[in-house]
C-alpha cells in the first residue's frame, strides 16, 4: 500500500505527506483534546466532559464558567504548551546531535534554568515573575555557554552531547551548594520548584509560552526539510545547497528557548524532552526528525502525566514532575533491555 502522498498546488509547489505520520499527528491532538477534557472537569467540583465542552463553546452556566476558564483551563493551557515545547525542543536536540540521548535533560538545559530560578529564591527571595525570569536567563546562558564550548570549526553531535553533560555536572553541583546555604524556607520552596509542578498556573504563563510558541514553531517547521538533510552529514548537506552552521545555529537557538520558557514555566519537568521524540518516531516509523509529531506527542504526554498526578494517588496530589520522572526511568530502563536483547548495546 502507498504510504505517501503528493499534494501539488498552482504555481509548481508541491508537498509531500506520509499518510501514516499524519495519521499519528492527528490521533495524537485527538488524544491532547480529550486528555484536556478529561482534565479540565477534575477536581473538587466535578464536571462532566460534556459540560466542559458547552462551557468551553460558551455555553456554560456561571459557576462553570468560572471554574473552567479562570482556573483550570489555564492550567491544563500551561501543561500543552510545556509539553509540546518539550517534545519540539528534545527532537531538535536529538536532530541536531544525532543522539537518541541529546535532549535537555541530558544537556544541562535544565539544570541550568534550575540555577537561575534558584539564585533568585535563595539570594534575592525573588517573587513568582523574578522566579520565572532567573530560569529564563539561567537556562538561556546554559545553552549560550555549552554551544560557545562546543565550537571548533562548527558544532558537532557528540562534542556537543559531552560538553554539556560537563556543564550539567557543573551546575548540579552549584545549585546543590546554593540550596545548603539557603535557610529552611527558601529551600522547601526551591525544592518544589525543581521538582516540575502545573499547580497555580494561570494566565500569566500561558501568553508568553503562547507568543514563543506561535514564533518559533512556524519557524522550525519552515527549515524541517534542510534539519533532515543534515543528518546525512555536513559535507552532503553542503553539496545540496543547505547552509549546515546557519541552520544548526538557528535550530539550537530555538530549542533552548523553547525548553528554557516551559521550564521557567512549570520547573524542570523531567524526560518530556528526551522521551517524546522516541516515542514519535516509533510510531510514525518515519526517518528523520519527527518534529510535528514530537511536538504533539510532549502535549499528550504531560497532560495525561498531570491528569495522573492528580487522580493515580487518592487524596495526594503529586507533582507532575515526578509522575513524568517516574515513566520516563521505565522507559529507559524498557529501551535498555530491548537495545541488549537486539545485540546494540
Avoid at 34 to 46: H, K
Avoid at 274 to 292: D, E, F, K
Wanted: charged share 10%.
Amino acid at each position: 500500500m502507498k504510504t505517501n502522498r503528493v499534494l501539488r498546488a498552482p504555481g509548481g509547489i508541491s508537498l509531500r505527506l506520509e499518510v501514516r505520520a499524519v495519521t499519528v499527528v492527528v490521533v495524537l491532538l485527538l488524544a491532547a483534546f480529550a486528555a484536556s477534557v478529561v482534565l479540565i472537569g477534575t477536581g473538587d467540583f466535578p464536571i462532566s466532559a460534556g459540560d466542559v465542552v458547552k462551557t468551553l463553546a460558551g455555553n456554560g452556566n456561571a459557576g462553570q464558567e468560572f471554574i473552567v476558564n479562570e482556573l483550570r483551563l489555564p492550567r491544563v493551557l500551561v501543561g500543552l504548551l510545556v509539553g509540546a515545547s518539550l517534545g519540539l525542543g528534545g527532537a531538535l536536540f536529538q536532530a541536531v546531535t544525532r543522539n537518541p540521548l541529546g535532549s535537555p535533560d541530558v544537556l544541562g538545559l535544565g539544570q541550568g534554568a534550575t540555577a537561575g530560578a534558584l539564585v533568585m529564591i535563595v539570594l534575592f527571595s525573588g517573587s513568582a515573575a523574578q522566579v520565572t525570569m532567573g530560569a529564563l536567563v539561567g537556562g538561556l546562558a546554559t545553552g549560550l555557554a555549552i554551544y560557545l564550548l562546543a565550537w571548533k570549526r562548527g558544532v558537532h553531535g557528540y562534542r556537543l552531547v559531552l560538553v554539556g553533560i560537563g556543564v550539567s555536572a557543573i551546575v548540579t553541583a552549584i545549585n546543590g551548594y546554593l540550596l545548603t546555604v539557603s535557610d529552611i524556607v527558601d529551600a522547601a520552596r526551591a525544592v518544589v520548584w525543581m521538582t516540575g509542578s502545573l499547580n497555580g498556573r494561570d494566565w500569566d504563563q500561558v501568553w508568553p509560552l503562547l507568543g514563543l510558541c506561535a514564533v518559533l514553531v512556524p519557524l522550525v517547521l519552515a527549515n524541517a526539510r534542510g534539519l533532515r538533510m543534515m543528518e546525512m552529514g555536513d559535507d552532503v548537506s553542503n553539496a545540496l545547497g543547505v547552509r549546515v552552521e546557519r541552520v544548526r545555529a538557528l535550530l539550537m537557538v530555538a530549542a533552548v528557548l523553547l525548553t528554557a520558557t516551559a521550564t521557567a514555566a512549570a520547573g524542570p519537568v523531567s524526560f518530556v524532552a528526551l522521551t517524546a521524540p522516541q516515542l514519535a518516531r516509533r510510531l510514525t516509523r518515519s526517518p528523520g526528525p519527527n518534529l510535528l509529531p514530537s511536538l504533539c506527542m510532549g502535549a499528550t504526554l504531560l497532560v495525561t502525566a498531570d491528569w495522573a498526578s492528580q487522580r493515580a494517588f487518592g487524596a495526594d496530589q503529586l507533582p507532575v514532575g515526578v509522575v513524568t520522572g517516574v515513566l520516563g526511568g521505565v522507559y529507559l530502563l524498557w529501551l535498555l533491555v530491548t537495545e541488549r536483547k537486539a545485540g546494540r548495546i
